[in-house]
């Protein structure tokens, strides 16, 4: 949920409470800090808890460029070594020799000031490097001119190093990573932490990759993907070729992962994941520095007393109803937060774990979030239209629906709220519906993986492939 939705939820919590309301109405701006309440776990997670939390583990892909703040960064020959392997970089040099090309295919050396190595560059990535260069690799040998090659370094069959041209870097970095973390953390029987820098390109372009968790094989499976706009738009054509889409790693220990969707990192910045033993399996903590005690019932209540504290020593006449109401709005930002995937530590120290989230509407969250916001709109209308007397003597309520229809002003007020209420209800209904089709739809992907594998696997007994 986003952070105003949040400081509304602790708005409408204060409304529950005439004395709150009637301050506002006076201008009184204390029962404001109900909403400071429901904001304040986020606030307290983003802005200190994740510069405190230990990453155990660094994972940069792409370096950035420490000027430009933008991958790929510059290497020079002698900087090369195995421990870089599959990250992308660039290298800076005159074209010694071409030792091969053809259709699709060519391998020359490279030289700076440090050293020289051989390059290969294979299908699509020979075509772009063609177009990029804008000359034939000849011509440029003979020129000496110096050109620019982004790649990654890789290793060939005999145990030689060389530069592979690419616009990306080799997803098996990032799965070889996952993987290890994977294995110490049942080793060690602690959490392990990995922070996964995303990959910035020029034009305020991001590489996408995901991380996909294959528990029933014990693999991790990383894609690299196309690049993106910062809105998510992927550019067409930018797809790594086959030869390096793909990497897989396998752990020595089974894992789960909780979340149940791959995890995607494109733009802004990376995540931090943790990898935690629980019995027998490892699981994923995504962004464990976030939804601890900060997001729980019991920190709702410790927030609730010391709200109160401070407007009772400031001389605030109504501090019991402010340390309710902002008790009620930090909840409801916890509650509200259940209603995604992810989950919170809800009831420390009586529970140690997320308790994982409802997951309502995983197709189309940002409806979720609009019901939540319908629905803290509805109760702030709904508690100032029957409080209204109460706050201003003589003044009618603005909706009396037992003067329209034969009924109680209570269930009046009642049917109102219903009505009120009703679109988020809808929504929350529907994404109800919506993870069911959803886990439906990863049960059927899953099977279908199954299915494909073993496929795979017989075509090879029988040399099929």
Do not use: C
């Not at 094989?217 to 086959?242: A, D, F, N």
């Not at 494109?266 to 995540?271: K, L």
């Amino acid at each position: 949920m986003r952070g105003w939705t949040h400081y509304l939820s602790g708005l409408a919590m204060a409304m529950f409470f005439p004395p709150l309301l009637s301050d506002l109405a006076k201008g009184v701006m204390w029962p404001l800090l109900a909403g400071v309440s429901a904001y304040l776990p986020d606030f307290l997670d983003f802005k200190f808890k994740k510069f405190l939390w230990k990453v155990d583990h660094v994972v940069d892909p792409a370096p950035r460029d420490p000027l430009r703040k933008l991958s790929p960064r510059r290497i020079r020959v002698s900087e090369l070594s195995e421990s870089l392997r599959w990250r992308f970089f660039y290298l800076e040099g005159r074209i010694d020799e071409v030792l091969e090309e053809r259709e699709g295919y060519a391998r020359f050396k490279l030289a700076d000031e440090t050293g020289s190595v051989i390059v290969v560059a294979r299908d699509g990535d020979y075509d772009k490097l063609r177009r990029m260069l804008g000359q034939s690799l000849k011509d440029l040998a003979v020129s000496g001119t110096k050109v620019r090659i982004p790649g990654y370094l890789d290793v060939g069959g005999d145990g030689s190093i060389y530069w592979n041209v690419a616009d990306a870097p080799h997803p098996q970095y990032v799965a070889d990573a996952v993987a290890r973390a994977i294995d110490e953390a049942y080793e060690t029987g602690r959490m392990v932490t990995v922070k996964i820098y995303n990959i910035r390109m020029p034009g305020d372009f991001y590489r996408r990759f995901l991380i996909q968790y294959d528990s029933m094989s014990k693999r991790i499976i990383v894609h690299m993907g196309p690049l993106v706009s910062t809105g998510g738009l992927s550019l067409e054509g930018t797809e790594p070729p086959e030869y390096r889409r793909i990497g897989v790693a396998e752990t020595r220990y089974a894992f789960r992962k909780v979340y149940p969707r791959p995890t995607v990192i494109d733009a802004f910045s990376g995540p931090e994941i943790g990898y935690e033993r629980v019995g027998d399996v490892v699981e994923e903590v995504f962004i464990p520095w976030h939804r601890g005690f900060s997001h729980s019932l019991t920190g709702s209540v410790v927030v609730g007393v010391i709200m109160g504290l401070i407007t009772l020593m400031l001389g605030y006449s109504n501090w019991l109803y402010l340390a309710v109401a902002s008790t009620l709005g930090h909840a409801m930002h916890v509650l509200e937060d259940q209603l995604g995937f992810m989950g919170s530590v809800l009831f420390p120290p009586l529970t140690k774990r997320r308790i994982p989230g409802l997951m309502l509407g995983p197709s189309r969250q940002g409806l979720i979030n609009f019901a939540t916001n319908w629905l803290m709109l509805a109760l702030i209308a709904w508690n100032v239209n029957r409080f209204m007397p109460e706050v201003s003597p003589g003044t009618p309520k603005p909706i009396e629906l037992s003067n329209t229809i034969p009924v109680t002003p209570m269930f009046g007020d009642a049917l109102l709220l219903l009505l009120l209420a009703l679109p988020a209800i809808a929504i929350y209904a529907w994404g109800v519906f919506d993870r069911r089709r959803f886990i439906v739809k990863q049960k059927e992907r899953l099977e279908e993986e199954k299915a494909k594998e073993a496929v795979e696997e017989a075509y090879e007994e029988v040399g099929g492939y």
